[in-house]
Nanobody, 120 residues
Framework: VQLQASGGGLVQAGGSLRLSCAAS????????MGWYRRAQGKQRELVAT???????TYADSVKGRFTISRDNAKNTVYLQMNSLKPEDTAVYYCNADLRQSIVGRTLNYWGQGTQVTVSS
């Protein structure tokens, strides 16, 4: 199983970016998917999650600016980031809880990370 994240880049404050993360490989089902980020010198923090039924959660710092969504048919999770601020600068990682078979356990997987840099 592989989680491939894309969509990061350099943007000015107030701009927008859309991150994507596609899960591939032998996948039976995916439950929760999410995005985390780690800014330089700081610990990794939760940004947003979305359940298989579409229930979402957000960090207070991104509420009203970021939107998480998923396409279950494509095993893909998205993060639409609007009104970006310099403090959003970080490496963003996607995450998924998934099962590889009907009898398999639910395991947690991480993507490789994509850099988001917001200039002031």
């Amino acid at each position: 199983v592989q989680l491939q994240a894309s969509g990061g880049g350099l943007v000015q404050a107030g701009g927008s970016l859309r991150l994507s993360c596609a899960a591939s490989g032998s996948i039976y089902s995916i439950s929760d998917m999410g995005w985390y980020r780690r800014a330089q010198g700081k610990q990794r923090e939760l940004v947003a999650t979305v359940s298989s039924r579409g229930t979402t959660t957000y960090a207070d710092s991104v509420k009203g600016r970021f939107t998480i969504s998923r396409d279950n048919a494509k095993n893909t999770v998205y993060l639409q980031m609007n009104s970006l601020k310099p403090e959003d600068t970080a490496v963003y990682y996607c995450n998924a809880d998934l099962r590889q078979s009907i009898v398999g356990r639910t395991l947690n997987y991480w993507g490789q990370g994509t850099q988001v840099t917001v200039s002031s």
